[in-house]
Structure formats: structure tokens, C-alpha cells
């Protein structure tokens, strides 16, 4: 791709957050960024609520950011942000969500329980409530229920991924709230997102090992079924919605044969799908020393963006 496309503040921002990280799934020393908040108060119209309860993790209420067109004249599209920090750092604050809101979507950045609180399936439980909430509330938000898409990096990856093969797992939706609301998304961006569990060593960082070993509270030894069970890969069947993989070519934390398999997978049950390899790319994006990723940004953010304007803006 040669042709260059405008990057927003709060793209960069995004970057920035990821590219920054050290590497790891997880940041457990990092102290919290909110780099939507730190943008430039929105315009055009748009409505930026903080902290809106979506309903309960276990004892303790979850929340969101929702940026959105207040004056649309028909029920937007809708895209979640789930934000990623190997499953026990990272915020909801620091989501794409006024971008988003400004291609014309609904757009919601989630809180979910991390792991130092709740051990798995606590996660995905909590992502499938998000999106039973913004349905159930679709006609408050002027929200195509219909239309519902996801969008996560890294461990928000691996969650946006679940979501989107794990639709009709009943144990995952959880007790948090709006019971009998389909949990059903209808995209799904992965952004090098864990997708098979089986093999530990396949992470090959310290910090990657602890995060997903982290997650499970026990190795994988001692309950492999459990690991399994969070396994995007082993739930794609035939009918999940279309999805689309980002992964860098010399990830470090999250190896690209863990996008090669789902792709894999998604073609051998039909499943509407699209794989960008970012070459040079290291996790979040960041290039190899002495080179740069292609494509680059700009490519990248019009690609999610296009393919969301295909499956989410035609009713």
C-alpha cells in the first residue's frame, strides 16, 4: 500500500499506548493512561459520556466511555472497544471510541474484571454483557441492534475474538445483567489477539507466560481443559460473524502463527474473514529496530475502517 491516509490524534494516541508498552501481554507497573480524556473536547455534535454503568462483574459495577452522534437521523452502527493489557492492567479509558464516532458508530469502550480480580471465563463474561447492555439500550442510543461490531488489541484481541466464536457458549454470558438479550456480534477486529492456549510455550516472554498463566490462576499442566476452554480457536464453526486479523510478521509477545491458525480455521468453515500481515511489525505494532511497518498506520486504520463500513453500514 503506497497511498497515505490522515491518522486522528486519538489513533496516535492508541499507538502510542501500544507501542510504548513494555514487552509483555501485561503492564502491571504502568500506571493508568487516559488518553481519550485527554483529547480535544469533541465537535460536529458528538456526546462523550464517562463511566456509564453497564451493569455488574461479580459484586462490583462495570462501566463504559460512549462517544456518539447526537443527532443522527437514523439508528447508528455500533462498534465496543476492548481494550488490552494481558488481562490485568490497561484501562477502558483508552479506547478509539471519538474516531469511531466520527465515521458515523455508536461507540463504547468496556470495562471487564482483570485477572488479579477474577480468573477466566470472568472476562469473556464481562465483554458479553457489554453487548447485551448496548442492545438492550439500543433504542435510548438510537442504536441499530443489528449492527454491533468489535474491536480489541492483544488481550482485547483474544476477548473480541471469543466474542465472535464464542456467541452461542451459554456458561460465558454470565449473571451481570439484561438475562435473555442476545450477546451476538456482527464484526469482529482482531488485533493480535491470543487465539490457542494449548501450547505455553509458544509464548516465549516472561511477561507474556505470567499474563496468560495469570489468567487461569492454576498451569496448564494441572487443568489443561481449562485453558482450552478459552481457546477462540477450537469454537469457529460455520455462521460466526466476519472477521478481521491484524498481526505483525516479528511479534515477540503474541507469535503471528497465532493469527495463522484462526485464519486457517475461519477459511475451513466459511467464515467471511480478512488477514493483514504487518510486516516489520513487533506487538503493538511497534517496527523492528531500524525499519518501519508496512503497511503503515494510516493503512492500517482505513483498512478497520473499511471493513467495518462494509459488514456494520448496510442494515
Not at 497511498?3 to 494516541?13: A, K, Q
Not at 493480535?192 to 516465549?204: A, C, H, L, M, W
Not at 499474563?211 to 469454537?235: H, M
Not at 504487518?278 to 498506520?297: A, E
Request: net charge negative; with cysteine.
Amino acid at each position: 500500500m503506497n497511498m497515505c491516509f490522515p491518522i486522528s490524534r486519538g489513533w496516535l494516541l492508541i499507538f502510542l499506548t501500544l507501542a510504548l508498552a513494555t514487552p509483555g501481554l501485561a503492564q502491571t507497573n504502568a500506571p493508568a493512561t487516559n488518553s481519550v480524556s485527554g483529547e480535544a473536547p469533541p465537535t460536529g455534535g458528538l456526546v462523550t459520556l464517562r463511566d456509564v454503568v453497564i451493569g455488574k462483574g461479580g459484586t462490583q459495577d462495570l462501566h463504559a466511555d460512549i462517544t456518539y452522534r447526537q443527532n443522527a437521523t437514523q439508528p447508528m452502527p455500533a462498534v465496543i472497544w476492548i481494550h488490552g493489557g494481558g488481562w490485568i492492567s490497561g484501562t477502558y479509558h483508552d479506547g478509539p471510541i471519538i474516531p469511531l464516532a466520527r465515521a458515523g458508530y455508536f461507540a463504547a469502550s468496556i470495562e471487564y474484571r482483570l485477572s488479579n480480580v477474577a480468573k477466566w471465563p470472568a472476562q469473556i463474561q464481562d465483554c458479553k454483557l457489554a453487548v447485551r447492555w448496548l442492545r438492550a439500550n439500543a433504542a435510548k442510543y438510537n442504536v441499530d441492534p443489528n449492527r454491533i461490531g468489535v474491536w480489541g488489541a492483544s488481550a482485547g484481541g483474544h476477548l473480541v475474538a471469543c466474542l465472535g466464536t464464542m456467541g452461542d457458549v451459554k456458561e460465558y454470558e454470565g449473571d451481570g445483567g439484561y438475562p435473555g438479550t442476545s450477546s451476538a456480534v456482527q464484526a469482529v477486529v482482531d488485533y493480535f489477539g491470543p487465539t490457542d492456549f494449548t501450547n505455553p510455550d509458544i509464548f516465549s516472554t516472561t511477561g507474556a507466560k505470567g499474563a496468560v498463566t495469570g489468567l487461569f490462576e492454576v498451569p496448564y499442566a494441572q487443568n489443561p481443559d481449562l485453558w482450552k476452554s478459552a481457546c477462540p480457536l477450537f469454537y469457529v464453526k460455520v455462521g460466526d460473524p466476519p472477521m478481521f486479523l491484524v498481526h505483525g510478521d516479528s511479534d515477540g509477545t503474541v507469535p503471528l502463527e497465532q493469527s495463522i491458525v484462526l485464519d486457517q480455521a475461519l477459511t475451513k468453515a466459511d467464515v467471511p474473514h480478512q488477514f493483514l500481515i504487518v510486516k516489520n511489525g513487533d506487538h503493538g505494532f511497534r517496527p523492528k529496530p531500524g525499519t518501519t511497518i508496512d503497511p503503515g498506520l494510516g493503512d492500517i486504520q482505513k483498512a478497520v475502517f473499511d471493513f467495518f463500513d462494509k459488514y456494520l453500514k448496510t442494515p
